[in-house]
Antibody, heavy 122, light 108 residues
Framework: QVQLQESGPRLVKPSETLSLTCTVS?????????WGWIRQPPGKGLEWIAS???????FYNPSLKSRVSISIDTSKDQFSLNLSSVTAADTAVYYC???????????????WGQGLLVTVSS | EIVLTQSPGTLSLSPGERATLSCRAS???????LAWYQQKPGQAPRLLIY???SRAAGIPDRFSGSGSGTDFTLTISRLEPEDFAVYYC?????????FGGGTKVEIQ
């Protein structure tokens, strides 16, 4: 059974960089397809951030691309997200997830990690 | 960017009733690139439907998806108490991947 777990600081100061890691168990990240990050501001909807393949191929949401970097460490079965120059608008629950398929772009997401609430505040 | 608009925003129904949720895309999406998710309070989204019609593993057959082009529907044939939640559609026919704003199904 594939499981994902987000980790990282729960409080980040404005203008700093938010760094999160997703640890995958039950499957090597090299055997999966794409792996992705999605976020959800409190009380709001879902926003896809970025996705990565084990080879390093990436997809980014253009709305965040200038501030986002996604990477993967196949030796640790982890992938990571860096979001720079954060503001209060970046306060959200951050989820990592596995894409179950790929065609034109990474496809449906399943399973998801439990999510990590990250607050941007001084 | 493909914008997904879900309606209604809130659906108030009783257990045993039928729920019909709509997802409309700003441009045509191939039906094989449309998914539905269920999210309960404090939990991560769970995949229900992918490829517009196909149920994910372990999803009861009271959940069904339909539609094509720009109009898609999630139907819950008979609501069970555990079905009261927020439902999101998602397209993966083009980047960026996008989600609808969600429909909350609440107990009447």
């Amino acid at each position: 059974q594939v499981q994902l777990q987000e980790s990282g600081p729960r409080l980040v100061k404005p203008s700093e960089t938010l760094s999160l890691t997703c640890t995958v168990s039950g499957l090597s990240v090299s055997n999966g397809l794409y792996w992705g990050w999605i976020r959800q501001p409190p009380g709001k909807g879902l926003e896809w951030i970025a996705s990565i393949y084990h080879s390093g191929s990436t997809f980014y949401n253009p709305s965040l691309k200038s501030r986002v970097s996604i990477s993967i460490d196949t030796s640790k079965d982890q992938f990571s997200l860096n979001l720079s120059s954060v503001t209060a608008a970046d306060t959200a629950v951050y989820y990592c997830a596995r894409h179950r398929d790929y065609d034109i772009v990474p496809a449906q997401l399943d399973p998801w990690g439990q999510g990590l609430l990250v607050t941007v505040s001084s | 960017e493909i914008v997904l608009t879900q309606s209604p925003g809130t659906l108030s129904l009783s257990p045993g009733e039928r729920a019909t949720l709509s997802c409309r895309a700003s441009q045509s999406v191939s039906s094989i690139y449309l998914a539905w998710y269920q999210q309960k309070p404090g939990q991560a989204p769970r995949l229900l439907i992918y490829g517009a019609y196909s149920r994910a593993a372990g999803i009861p057959d009271r959940f069904s998806g339909s539609g094509s082009g720009t109009d898609f529907t999630l139907t819950i044939s008979r609501l069970e108490p555990e079905d009261f939640a927020v439902y999101y559609c998602q397209q993966y026919g083009d980047s960026p991947l996008t989600f609808g704003g969600g429909t909350k199904v609440e107990i009447q």
